[in-house]
């Protein structure tokens, strides 16, 4: 798991877990979507991991298929700014909407196919789909991630998609910073789920894109 000393911001670790824990999941998850919940613990390591390589506070942050706004709010907390979510999902997007009031922070949140956004940011953050329903539905985010990114890419993946997003970063000319195992189980969400909870092998990117952290 990545670790680092606590930065000097206003929302400690802690804190900001419990706040990432406070964004209610999907009310009725989408399987061909793969929506399933991003572990507050992994979501803050994640945060932690951009705000020592490249800092948050005053930059841009996107989050690609933000689901109900986990990893977006979580980084407007930590002063990113301006901070957008973009989702395929409307139903997701009004949970987000009213987490991010909830928590007292601003964030767009935007109804597109992230496979068909257009727009960029300093630093994109992502939970994709790990491509268990449907194969290859992670492709389309990696590829918007290292497009949309002008400085840096954070990202979630399976640890047996190493070789794939190794090799799709070099090909878009991005440098890989670190990768590191993160605990994560998968709690009983989609209908096809048959134990309560799973650990998986998950793995946390840091993928600079453009200027070099």
Not at 6 to 19: C, F, G, I, M, T
Request: aromatic share 6%; hydrophobic share 50%; net charge neutral.
């Amino acid at each position: 798991m990545l670790s680092a000393p606590e930065p000097d911001r206003a929302v400690r670790r802690s804190e900001l877990v419990h706040r990432i824990e406070a964004v209610p999941p999907f009310s009725a998850p989408r399987p061909e979507l793969e929506q399933l919940v991003t572990p507050a613990e992994a979501a803050a390591a994640l945060l932690d991991a951009a705000t020592r390589i490249v800092g948050l506070e005053g930059t841009g942050v996107t989050d690609l298929g933000c689901g109900t706004g986990r990893l977006a709010i979580g980084a407007a907390l930590l002063g990113a700014a301006p901070v957008v979510g973009v989702d395929i999902d409307p139903a997701a997007l009004a949970v987000a909407r009213e987490a991010a009031r909830s928590a007292g922070v601003e964030v767009e949140f935007v109804e597109s196919d992230v496979a068909t956004w257009e727009g960029a940011a300093e630093v994109v953050v992502m939970n994709p789909p790990f491509g268990a329903q449907r194969r290859h539905a992670d492709r389309p985010f990696w590829d918007a991630g290292l497009r949309a990114a002008r400085r840096s890419l954070f990202a979630f993946a399976l640890a047996e998609s190493r070789t794939f997003i190794a090799r799709r970063a070099v090909a878009r000319g991005a440098r890989i910073i670190e990768t590191q195992p993160v605990p994560w189980t998968l709690a009983r969400t989609l209908p096809h789920h048959t134990h309560s909870r799973v650990p998986i092998s998950v793995d946390l990117w840091a993928i600079a894109t453009g200027v070099q952290p």
